[in-house]
């Protein structure tokens, strides 16, 4: 069971340059249900910000959008999908 600010995903990306141009940061683009949230912009962590109930909803996506410290930056989406199970 997870409960408010665990980890429940973690998104990585590569940039090759160095320095702060090869510093990536994160943030959810996408997130219909309001349910995660990433307190850590640099870490790829994504949080539980609310409850979760089976039986409300099953399934949730995420679009996840990964960001360079160039200038201009370069940025890259992913999906991120979670199943929700039961407990009871």
């Not at 959810?28 to 409300?56: C, H, M, N, W």
């Not at 679009?63 to 979670?82: E, H, K």
């Amino acid at each position: 069971s997870s409960t408010i600010d665990d980890v429940v995903a973690l998104v990585r990306a590569l940039d090759a340059d160095s320095g702060v141009f090869g510093t990536v940061t994160y943030n959810i683009q996408s997130d219909p249900s309001s349910k995660f949230k990433v307190v850590d912009p640099s870490s790829g962590q994504i949080l539980l910000a609310d409850e979760l109930d089976f039986e409300t909803s099953r399934f949730h996506q995420m679009q996840i959008q990964a960001r360079d410290g160039g200038n201009p930056f370069r940025s890259g989406l992913a999906m991120v999908y979670l199943n929700v199970t039961d407990i009871n």
